[in-house]
C-alpha cells in the first residue's frame, strides 16, 4: 500500500491545513498569474540592483515566489503582500551572503545593466551602476527600497528586520554617500 | 527638527514619488530645494534610483508563473507528506525498538531451557540416521547435510521473493 492512497488529499494539495499553510485560499493560479505580472519585474530589479548578480536575481526571484506561494502570507491586500514579497527576497539575499562565495559578487560586470533605451542613459543615470558598487550591500539595500521603490521606514523595518530609528539614520548615511559619488561619477 | 531630516523632506518625497516634481510643486519648494542639501539629495536619489528602476525592470526575462506555481504545489505536497509521515515513523521505529526489547527479555529468561533443546535437537530428530555412514564418523560430516539445506532454503526464498515482487 502506497502513501498516495492513504492520504489522497494530501497528495491533491487539499489538506493545508495539514501542511500548515494556506496560499490557495488567498491566491489561486490565475490570481498568483496577475499578481506575478505586476511585481516580479520591480523584484528583479531590486534582487539584481543589490546583489549586482542578474543570473543570482534570476534564482532568487524564482525561489522568492515559490516561498511566497508555500507560506501563510498575509492577507490583506496586494500591498502587504507585495510587501511580504520583498521581505523574503530580502531573507534570501541575507541567506545568499552568509553563505561562502566562490566568485565575489563584485566580479559581475556592470555592462549587464545596460538597457538598450537611449533615453534613459541620463548622466546620473550611467553613475547608477558605480555609485551603487561603492556602497554597502544593506546601504544598496535601503537606498533601493526606499527610492526606487517609495517604501516608509516603517514599511522598510518591516522588510529588513532592522528598527525603525535605525533605518532613518542609515538612510541618511548611505543618501548622503550616493549623492556624493553621483556628482562625483561614481567615483569615491 | 531632527538632524537626520529637513522638515521639508516629507512634503518634497510625495511630489517626487507621484511625478509631481519639479513642474507641480509650489515655487518655493523648488528654491528650497536649490539651498537644501538634503532636499537637493533627495531629489537626486530618488530621480536616478527610479529611472534606474525602470530601466532594469526591463531587462529580466522571466520565468512562466505558471512553473513557478507548479513549482510551489510541488514543494507544499513534498512538506505535507513529511509532515504527516514523520509521526508514523517515529511509531514505527518505537515499536521495532519494543519489539526487540521484548525478545532480548525472552532470550535472557529463557536462555537455560533453549541451550538444552537445542543441543538435544540432532538426537530428537536422528539426524545421523541420514548421514552416511562412510561420512558419519568423520568430523565434518554435519556439514554434507547442514550446507545443502541452507542451500536450497536461500534458493526457495529468492524464488518466493522473486514471484512476490513480480505479482506486486
Same mark, same amino acid.
Given at each position: 500500500m502506497s502513501w498516495e492512497s492513504i492520504i489522497p488529499n494530501v497528495l491533491a494539495g487539499e489538506t493545508q491545513a495539514l501542511a500548515g499553510t494556506a496560499p490557495s485560499a488567498a491566491m489561486d493560479n490565475e490570481q498568483f498569474a496577475d499578481f506575478y505580472a505586476r511585481t516580479a519585474r520591480s523584484l528583479w530589479a531590486y534582487l539584481a540592483r543589490v546583489s549586482r548578480d542578474p543570473a543570482l536575481a534570476d534564482d532568487l526571484t524564482q525561489e522568492a515566489y515559490v516561498r511566497f506561494l508555500c507560506a501563510n502570507h498575509p492577507e490583506d491586500g496586494e500591498v502587504a503582500a507585495r510587501r511580504y514579497l520583498f521581505k523574503i527576497a530580502t531573507n534570501l539575499l541575507r541567506d545568499h551572503w552568509r553563505r561562502p562565495q $566562490?566568485?565575489? =559578487?563584485?566580479? =559581475?560586470?556592470?555592462?549587464?545593466?545596460?538597457?538598450? $533605451?537611449?533615453?534613459?542613459?541620463s548622466d546620473s543615470l550611467m553613475m547608477v551602476g558605480p555609485a551603487m558598487a561603492q556602497m554597502r550591500p544593506r546601504d544598496r539595500q535601503l537606498l533601493w527600497l526606499a527610492y526606487a521603490e517609495g517604501y516608509s521606514h516603517h514599511e522598510i523595518a518591516q522588510i529588513t528586520g532592522l528598527g525603525s530609528a535605525s533605518i532613518r539614520i542609515l538612510l541618511f548615511r548611505a543618501r548622503r554617500k550616493m549623492a556624493s559619488l553621483l556628482r562625483c561619477g561614481g567615483e569615491a | 527638527m531632527s538632524p537626520f531630516r529637513c522638515a521639508r523632506e516629507r512634503e518634497l518625497s510625495d511630489l517626487l514619488h507621484k511625478g509631481?516634481?519639479?513642474?507641480?510643486?509650489?515655487e518655493d519648494l523648488r528654491k528650497h530645494v536649490v539651498s537644501c542639501r538634503s532636499c537637493s539629495d533627495l531629489v537626486l536619489i530618488t530621480g536616478t534610483l527610479q529611472a534606474s528602476r525602470k530601466q532594469t525592470a526591463e531587462l529580466p526575462r522571466l520565468a512562466p508563473a505558471g512553473t513557478i506555481w507548479w513549482r510551489a504545489q510541488l514543494r507544499r505536497r513534498n512538506a505535507a507528506i513529511e509532515k504527516m509521515s514523520r509521526p508514523i515513523v517515529g511509531a514505527q521505529i518505537f515499536a521495532l525498538a519494543m519489539v526487540l526489547v521484548v525478545i532480548a527479555a525472552i532470550a535472557v529468561w529463557q536462555f537455560g531451557n533453549w541451550s538444552a533443546w537445542l543441543s538435544d535437537l540432532p538426537d530428537t530428530l536422528h539426524l545421523a540416521a541420514l548421514i552416511p555412514t562412510s561420512i558419519s564418523t568423520?568430523?565434518?560430516?554435519?556439514l554434507w547435510v547442514v550446507v545443502p539445506v541452507a542451500v536450497m532454503i536461500a534458493l526457495l526464498s529468492g524464488i518466493v521473493v522473486y514471484l512476490a515482487s513480480e505479482k506486486q
Open positions: $566562490s566568485s565575489s =559578487i563584485d566580479e =559581475i560586470p556592470e555592462h549587464v545593466f545596460a538597457a538598450g $533605451s537611449d533615453e534613459l542613459q | 509631481h516634481w519639479p513642474q507641480a510643486c509650489p568423520q568430523e565434518s560430516g554435519l
